[in-house]
């Protein structure tokens, strides 16, 4: 459970720099009349409540991560763990995911100008591309089995099917989202205050995909061993 | 003396928030069944939470009647048996209280008592609750496959929650319970976010957060500690259904049945312990905090008394939240673990009792000299009180792993969580139940059926929780099936066992008492006008009873002021709204 503390630890860190400006120690019996626009002035900002919505629910999807993970380095330490080769097609993968990251990334700057000729052609390369990573991770599934990797062979088979299909999954979420931005940038002359918004949530949901598979790709080519072994000492 | 910019307030223009969209419900579908209004979607949570709750309950009394006649009732068998106690355990826990106090009430005062017009994300909001609705039928459905539900505990430990020996293990019954619980976690981020957001960004103007009730403190800080935990129920349930179905062995170890080898090998059954318990003991606060924070409420409106300690209150509300992280390990003392282990665990523990404490104590000085009125919200709150302390002591107890290890699988356990999480709890759901009736429907609760109610409530859950507490001393082993030849157990606490079954089908009919008084008091309750108790908080400033559509009218409201000015000296009615501009009212300060 150390990584999913570590988590928590990090969280915790947040929520209390964002509580050390939220006036705690005030005493509001003392306060009758005296308003505060300063907890309550930001949000005006327009698409701040979705944008808060989305780190939210991004503290929820790495909470999910970070579980995993800790499962992962538990059950790493039982005596019939076998690593398991990592297909090429990975590396690649890898490199089509973090083009998505920096081509959403662009889109949200040509958005913000309120360039719309370049923010198509973006968005929908962004959408191909993140096809490409699904497809190719499917295509590491299918060289695995080839290879006889199955499965239910070894936990370590099991945890890397499990948390790939898991990051798809989001990938495919995210891929629904951008699908329909896409659609509206193309119907819409100007771009208006809600698809600027929608252009940059997706690119701060295909970052932090992006960062969460990084993590996992450590995981699984071994780079991150030595840290789960700390972690595994600590607590036992 | 603190100097206080007085009369600043007038200047300030109404409603600089910028406001919200409002979708508007074209007929009657959208408006009663697929709605987006939180206040509907509320009605429909507690609705649903209630009406699974009753299964509950007639499950509670199956096992009861079991415990006192051993053998009389053909039907329960040992595997029945244990699907009761799952499926109690379950239902209570995850379907009613968190159900209930986070989509339930969590939907309906988020929004009134901040002053929002409706939650952030009121689509979302709407699929919460379907998504919620679908969690429930597959649970109901688990009722009718063939095998049954699962009869693993509600714990559902492996390796034997999906072996052969426990009913539901081999065939349907525990795939369909691990659906609907990831179902519902799906299900309840999407209204979580929303409860978190609209904390976070839609309050009226003036409403900072250490302005809000405890009401929303409460319900906010379990929201956020519901956020975190349950994805650790989701992972322990994916990966068992991994194991289950696809024949990966994340928890199972190498274990013959039915003496033939499974393929499985090498799974760590403790895993998912600390996988089920990293969420299991957040849990117990994700159901208490909401009800600490509105006991909170209802003590200080009825007893005209401004909250003793509000800032003490709110750190506690947060600190317990943290806090219930480090500790989940507790509930697993007996599983051999590391002794240094049980002992920072053993720690955390009692640690916690310090914020829970000073709650306690603030409770009661709010109470000192307050002008208690004996409603029936209030005394609901007063049950509660001391039946949280009672159930915290023991709490105490066992908190302690030396005590725990002889006492851990005994009835002392169930009486301890029974006074803990399941009495205190539900006593406050009726108190807030009674208390905000007249908002939603516009009647107040008929006050005699209520008194009937509270009575037999209280007393009868104290004789049926109280003597458990001496079973399990005793040496009563809980979980079992029937007692058979034990010889250490005395031929008395047959009869006490006896006693208490009465007393769980007396206090369980006497249910159906406030559900009658529910439905009759819809059309016959008198009628309650907008703000009955006479409170300070938004929710009794609306312009209409109930609450229409949008809550607030043309402008929404300006707060300027915390929620607790009960009885301030020199003013000139016992209570100040939220609302109020400090303009002739004398504030606390002046005369202090």
């Known amino acids: 459970m150390n990584v999913m503390l570590l988590f928590l630890a990090v969280l915790g860190a947040i929520i209390l720099w964002w509580m050390a400006g939220q006036r705690l120690t005030s005493k509001p019996w003392l306060e009758a009349s005296a308003i505060q626009v300063a907890a309550t002035g930001s949000r005006d900002v327009p698409g701040l409540a979705a944008k808060v919505g989305l780190y939210v629910f991004l503290g929820v999807v790495g909470a999910l991560f970070s579980l995993f993970i800790s499962a992962y380095s538990m059950r790493m330490g039982a005596g019939d763990w076998g690593a398991m080769p990592i297909p090429t097609v990975l590396w690649f993968n890898t490199v089509v995911l973090v083009a998505v990251s920096a081509v959403l990334q662009w889109a949200r700057i040509e958005a913000e100008d309120g360039r719309m000729e370049i923010l198509r052609p973006m968005l929908a390369l962004g959408f191909t591309l993140a096809c490409l990573f699904l497809v190719g991770q499917l295509q590491a599934w299918r060289s695995l089995i080839a290879d006889g990797y199955v499965l239910a062979d070894n936990p370590a088979n099991s945890f890397f099917y499990m948390l790939t299909g898991f990051h798809g999954l989001h990938i495919l979420g995210g891929l629904v989202v951008i699908g329909r931005t896409t659609v509206r940038a193309f119907a819409n002359d100007i771009p208006s205050a809600r698809l600027r918004l929608s252009v940059s949530l997706c690119s701060i949901y295909f970052h932090f995909m992006l960062a969460v598979w990084l993590i996992l790709f450590a995981l699984f080519a071994g780079w991150a061993n030595d840290v789960v072994d700390l972690c595994r000492q600590l607590f036992s | 003396m603190v100097e206080i910019p007085a009369g600043s307030a007038s200047a300030i223009p109404a409603a600089e928030v910028a406001d919200m969209e409002l979708y508007h419900p074209k007929s009657w579908w959208t408006k009663y069944v697929f709605s987006q209004d939180a206040k509907v979607i509320a009605v429909q949570y507690a609705l649903t939470a209630i009406s699974i709750g009753l299964v509950a309950l007639v499950l509670s009394w199956l096992m009861r009647l079991q415990l006192a006649f051993p053998g009389y009732f053909a039907f329960i068998d040992a595997d029945r048996y244990y699907q009761f106690i799952t499926m109690h355990g379950m239902i209570m826990v995850i379907y009613l209280l968190t159900a209930l106090f986070l989509g339930g009430f969590g939907n309906y005062l988020i929004p009134l008592m901040v002053g929002a017009r409706d939650m952030v994300f009121p689509y979302?909001?709407?699929?919460?609750?379907?998504?919620?609705?679908?969690?429930?039928?597959?649970?109901?459905?688990?009722?009718?496959?063939?095998?049954?539900?699962?009869?693993?505990?509600?714990?559902?430990?492996?390796?034997?929650?999906?072996?052969?020996?426990?009913?539901?293990?081999?065939?349907?019954?525990?795939?369909?319970?691990?659906?609907?619980?990831?179902?519902?976690?799906?299900?309840?981020?999407?209204?979580?976010?929303?409860?978190?957001?609209?904390?976070?960004?839609?309050?009226?103007?003036?409403?900072?957060?250490?302005?809000?009730?405890?009401?929303?403190?409460?319900?906010?800080?379990?929201?956020?500690?519901?956020?975190?935990?349950?994805?650790?129920?989701?992972?322990?349930?994916?990966?068992?259904?991994?194991?289950?179905?696809?024949?990966?062995?994340?928890?199972?170890?190498?274990?013959?049945?039915?003496?033939?080898?499974?393929?499985?090998?090498?799974?760590?059954?403790?895993?998912?312990?600390?996988?089920?318990?990293?969420?299991?003991?957040?849990?117990?606060?994700?159901?208490?905090?909401?009800?600490?924070?509105?006991?909170?409420?209802?003590?200080?409106?009825?007893?005209?008394?401004?909250?003793?300690?509000?800032?003490?209150?709110?750190?506690?509300?947060?600190?317990?939240?943290?806090?219930?992280?480090?500790?989940?390990?507790?509930?697993?003392?007996?599983?051999?673990?590391?002794?240094?282990?049980?002992?920072?665990?053993?720690?955390?523990?009692?640690?916690?009792?310090?914020?829970?404490?000073?709650?306690?104590?603030?409770?009661?000085?709010?109470?000192?000299?307050?002008?208690?009125?004996?409603?029936?919200?209030?005394?609901?709150?007063?049950?509660?009180?001391?039946?949280?302390?009672?159930?915290?002591?023991?709490?105490?107890?066992?908190?302690?792993?030396?005590?725990?290890?002889?006492?851990?699988?005994?009835?002392?356990?169930?009486?301890?969580?029974?006074?803990?999480?399941?009495?205190?709890?539900i006593l406050v759901i009726f108190g807030a139940i009674y208390h905000w009736y007249p908002k939603v429907t516009g009647r107040?609760?008929?006050?005699?059926?209520?008194?009937?109610?509270?009575?037999?409530?209280?007393?009868?859950?104290?004789?049926?929780?109280?003597?458990?507490?001496?079973?399990?001393?005793?040496?009563?082993?809980?979980?079992?099936?029937?007692?058979?030849?034990?010889?250490?157990?005395?031929?008395?606490?047959?009869?006490?066992?006896?006693?208490?079954?009465?007393?769980?089908?007396?206090?369980?009919?006497?249910?159906?008492?406030?559900?009658?008084?529910?439905?009759?008091?819809?059309?016959?309750?008198?009628?309650?006008?907008?703000?009955?108790?006479?409170?300070?908080?938004?929710?009794?400033?609306?312009?209409?009873?109930?609450?229409?559509?949008?809550?607030?009218?043309?402008?929404?409201?300006?707060?300027?002021?915390?929620?607790?000015?009960?009885?301030?000296?020199?003013?000139?009615?016992?209570?100040?709204?939220?609302?109020?501009?400090?303009?002739?009212?004398?504030?606390?300060?002046?005369?202090?």
């Open chain 2, 124 to 425: 979302a909001n709407m699929l919460s609750y379907w998504i919620y609705l679908i969690a429930v039928l597959i649970l109901v459905a688990g009722f009718f496959v063939p095998g049954g539900p699962t009869g693993a505990g509600w714990t559902l430990y492996p390796p034997q929650a999906v072996l052969s020996g426990t009913p539901g293990g081999r065939d349907m019954g525990i795939l369909f319970m691990l659906s609907s619980l990831i179902v519902f976690i799906i299900g309840f981020t999407m209204g979580g976010l929303n409860y978190v957001v609209t904390v976070l960004q839609g309050r009226a103007r003036g409403m900072t957060l250490m302005r809000m009730p405890l009401t929303v403190w409460g319900i906010f800080t379990a929201t956020v500690m519901a956020l975190l935990a349950f994805p650790a129920l989701f992972v322990a349930c994916v990966m068992m259904l991994f194991d289950r179905l696809l024949g990966t062995s994340f928890f199972m170890p190498a274990i013959v049945e039915m003496g033939e080898q499974l393929q499985h090998g090498g799974g760590s059954p403790i895993l998912f312990q600390h996988l089920f318990w990293f969420f299991g003991h957040p849990e117990v606060y994700i159901v208490a905090l909401p009800a600490f924070g509105i006991v909170s409420d209802l003590i200080s409106t009825h007893a005209r008394k401004n909250i003793f300690g509000y800032r003490m209150m709110v750190w506690a509300i947060v600190i317990i939240g943290a806090l219930s992280f480090i500790v989940w390990a507790h509930h697993m003392y007996v599983s051999g673990m590391n002794p240094n282990f049980g002992f920072f665990f053993a720690t955390t523990t009692l640690i916690i009792a310090i914020p829970t404490a000073i709650k306690v104590y603030n409770w009661v000085l709010t109470l000192w000299r307050g002008d208690i009125h004996l409603t029936l919200p209030m005394l609901f709150a007063l049950a509660f009180i001391v039946t949280f302390v009672n159930g915290g002591l023991t709490g105490l107890f066992l908190g302690n792993v030396v005590v725990d290890v002889p006492l851990s699988d005994t009835m002392f356990v169930v009486a301890h969580f029974h006074m803990v999480m399941g009495v205190a709890p």
């Open chain 2, 444 to 592: 107040m609760l008929n006050d005699t059926l209520g008194h009937v109610h509270f009575w037999i409530t209280f007393l009868g859950t104290y004789a049926i929780f109280f003597p458990m507490h001496y079973l399990g001393l005793l040496g009563v082993p809980r979980r079992y099936y029937e007692l058979g030849e034990t010889a250490f157990v005395p031929p008395s606490a047959h009869s006490l066992n006896i006693f208490i079954t009465i007393m769980a089908l007396f206090v369980g009919a006497a249910q159906m008492v406030f559900l009658f008084n529910l439905v009759w008091s819809l059309s016959r309750g008198r009628l309650a006008g907008g703000n009955p108790w006479r409170a300070t908080t938004l929710e009794w400033q609306t312009p209409q009873t109930p609450p229409a559509h949008g809550n607030w009218g043309k402008d929404l409201p300006v707060v300027y002021r915390w929620a607790y000015d009960y009885s301030v000296p020199g003013a000139p009615e016992d209570f100040i709204p939220q609302t109020e501009p400090a303009r002739d009212i004398p504030t606390r300060e002046v005369v202090a």
